[in-house]
Antibody, heavy 118, light 108 residues
């Protein structure tokens, strides 16, 4: 069974840092691009960042560029999101999702909640 | 950046009736359009990709149509489990992959 499991969310003060992880299983992780998508409370879906299968191509939304860093470890079947200089507007559930070139996101993990508040 | 606009924001339909949800792209996305269903407290689930292909395990009452800039998701006979929020996503011109703002399908 293809599965993605996020972890690492929690409560952090503005200006703080957090590292999210996404553990993948049930498929050849190194063959797929991976993404982070977030959803603020009561809001819609916002793409955050993507990384290609070999980490050669990395992209960020303008809203997080310069503050967030996506990475992966294919040997550990894991995806990461290092989040620095966190702001209140970064408060959201963060999902990891799998895709391939010009394919939709499928599947998605269950999400991990990040709350930025003093 | 391609902007995806969904309508209506909320749709009230009775069980057993048909629901029609719309999604418009600010420029052509060919057929690289997906629909997702999201229930409260759950992750989005892929329903339709390639504008009209049902994902694995998705019931036949869900159908998608359209290409270019205009797309439709139709649920032919609503079941209780279908009441949820639906999002469209374009994956033709990226980054970024962009989502519509969602349509909430509620029980009438």
């Amino acid at each position: 069974e293809v599965q993605l499991v996020e972890s690492g969310g929690g409560l952090v003060k503005p200006g703080g840092s957090l590292r999210l992880s996404c553990a993948a299983s049930g498929f050849t992780f190194s063959s797929y691009s991976m993404n982070w998508v977030r959803q603020a409370p009561g809001k819609g879906l916002e793409w955050v960042s993507s990384i290609s299968s070999s980490s050669s191509y990395i992209y960020y939304a303008d809203s997080v560029k310069g503050r967030f860093t996506i990475s992966r470890d294919n040997a550990k079947n894991s995806l990461y999101l290092q989040m620095n200089s966190l702001r209140a507007e970064d408060t959201a559930v963060y999902y990891c999702a799998r895709d391939k070139y010009q394919q939709p996101f499928d599947p998605w993990g269950q999400g991990t909640l990040v709350t930025v508040s003093s | 950046e391609i902007v995806m606009t969904q309508s209506p924001a909320t749709l009230s339909v009775s069980p057993g009736e048909r629901a029609t949800l719309s999604c418009r792209a600010s420029q052509s996305v060919s057929s690289n359009l997906a629909w997702y269903q999201q229930k409260p407290g759950q992750a989005p689930r892929l329903l339709i990709y390639g504008a009209s292909t049902r994902a694995t395990g998705i019931p036949a009452r869900f159908s998608g149509s359209g290409s270019g800039t205009e797309f439709t998701l139709t649920i032919s006979s609503l079941q209780s489990e279908d009441f949820a929020v639906y999002y469209c996503q374009q994956y033709n011109n990226w980054p970024p992959d962009t989502f519509g703002q969602g349509t909430k399908l509620e029980i009438k």
